[in-house]
């Protein structure tokens, strides 16, 4: 069957749950992306290709809550070169500002190349004459140029979750020329913050040899391809609504009196990544326990650091970094029935996110790098009652938006006690004149607002082509 769009993603926007009978079942995964294209998709008849994780072959087409997902598999060895490999291990540090060192592997290149072409076979199939494709993130950014060999018709939107590096990072990239050409496929590139955009349009100016003007390239067949920011946001509403629901509100005591009805409750929620800044914003904490600023009876530390990329070398150098961290911590500032610090490995349904959230006074998203972070966003959503503080990372894409928060360097370990012992010490007063600006923002740009937005102007564009040509 046809479809007038056609989303493209690593990953399908569903989990997997095996029943006792052994039997496979998927519920859709709580993410923001899919509840934002939700109402398109279903308006435009649109399909969702991914990975829905694992190993299994022949998966077919299949479709939760009427939306239509198309599962594409990997093998054992795509899932080792392509997914934990070039993606997780070669991009992933490389456009975060090479906080882990990158690896360069060909044969890694070669299963990248490989699992991107598949993707963009089934995209060609599924889409309909005309159609819109909306390409998502860094595990694919050959897709645009590969569909639009095969098919030129397609309106190709790409949008870049992440960072995109400098000029000078990005050319450590053996394949440099190749990911630029990938991207250009696209009509529209999106990225998080300006910035990103200017490096691409700098790179394919200097790599590529193409004349840009502003926020466009111009190819030599005449097409456009525009590179700008589209910083991406949550759901606000239903996070607020989430949060002024009665059990998040009784969870959220429940949390406090379990955790020894501390005075103050620093939190922070990351996938278990080194991006994050986690064991930094730890070892500020315990040092301000170890001078005394504040005992483990006025202010604990709630750490959710959420599994993930598992099998990949840096990720478990980190979780034992955190680990060895944590049980120091615990062991030269904790008491009895008083850890310092309440470190949970492990994921949770966004009601219970939404009840930490509820919980905890200061909010610490502290990462050396990262595109926009939504944790944030979230954690200002939820403060319903217009307090509670967030001390944010400035190299978080969030920060742009986020002005009243307490900026920090996270590399910067005197500077973020301050921040932290600030944040402390605000009064009511500060904290809600903070808050309610950061609420303000977030009402006004949530998740629809973004991909409304994106689509829009990948049609508007079209448009204006359009006309160009006619
Ligand atoms: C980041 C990336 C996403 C990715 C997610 C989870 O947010 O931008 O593309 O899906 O992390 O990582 P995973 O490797 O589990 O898909």
Not at 243 to 263: D, F, K, M, Q, T
């Amino acid at each position: 069957m046809a479809h007038d769009l056609v989303i493209v993603a690593n990953r399908l926007p569903v989990d997997r749950v095996t029943g006792r009978d052994g039997e496979t079942t998927w519920r859709r995964s709580p993410g923001g992306l899919v509840s934002a294209i939700e109402p398109v998709m279903r308006a435009g008849d649109g399909v969702w290709v991914g990975w829905p994780g694992g190993t299994e072959q022949h998966l077919e087409p299949f479709e939760i809550d009427g939306l239509h997902l198309v599962p594409l598999s990997m093998t054992a060895e795509e899932i080792t070169e392509h997914y934990e490999g070039f993606s997780n291990a070669t991009l992933w540090p490389l456009y975060h500002d090479v906080v882990a060192k990158p690896e360069f592997h060909r044969e890694w290149w070669d299963a990248y190349t490989r699992v991107n072409e598949r993707f963009a076979e089934h995209a060609a199939e599924l889409a309909a004459e005309g159609a819109t494709v909306w390409v998502h993130d860094y595990q694919l950014q050959l897709v645009p140029q590969m569909l639009r060999e095969r098919r030129p018709d397609l309106r190709i939107g790409f949008y870049l979750h992440i960072p995109f590096p400098p000029a000078e990072l990005f050319q450590q990239l053996p394949w440099r020329r190749q990911i630029l050409e990938g991207l250009l496929g696209a009509d529209l590139i999106g990225f998080q913050l300006p910035g990103a955009a200017q490096n691409f349009v700098r790179l394919v100016r200097q790599r590529v040899g193409h004349k840009t003007h502003r926020d466009r390239v111009h190819l030599p067949d005449g097409r456009e391809v525009r590179a700008a920011a589209f910083p991406i946001s949550i759901d606000a509403a239903g996070f607020e609504e989430l949060a002024s629901s009665e059990p998040v509100a009784e969870r959220a005591a429940a949390i406090r009196e379990a955790l020894g009805n501390p005075r103050k409750i620093f939190l922070g929620i990351d996938r278990l990544d080194y991006t994050k800044g986690i064991h930094a914003r730890l070892r500020a904490y315990g040092e301000l326990v170890r001078d005394e600023h504040f005992s483990v009876e006025d202010a604990v530390f709630v750490q959710v650091a959420v599994p993930s990329r598992e099998q990949v070398e840096q990720y478990r150098i980190l979780r034992d970094d955190i680990d060895r961290l944590v049980g120091r911590l615990n062991g030269d500032l904790g008491r009895i029935g008083r850890p310092a610090i309440s470190y949970l490995h492990s994921s949770y349904p966004r009601e219970e996110m939404a009840a930490l959230y509820r919980a905890a006074d200061i909010m610490v998203v502290t990462p050396y790098r990262d595109g926009m972070n939504l944790v944030a966003k979230e954690y200002v959503a939820c403060r319903i009652e217009e307090d509670g503080a967030l001390v944010l990372s400035e190299f978080a894409g969030a920060a742009d938006e986020l002005r009243q928060a307490w900026l920090v360097n996270p590399y910067d370990i005197n500077g973020m006690k301050a921040a932290l012992l600030d944040a402390y010490r605000a009064e009511p007063k500060e904290l809600s004149r903070r808050m309610k600006a950061m609420r303000k923002q977030i009402a006004q740009h949530d998740v629809k607002a973004w991909a409304d937005s994106f689509l829009t102007s990948l049609a508007d564009d079209g448009a204006d082509t359009d006309a160009r040509d006619s």
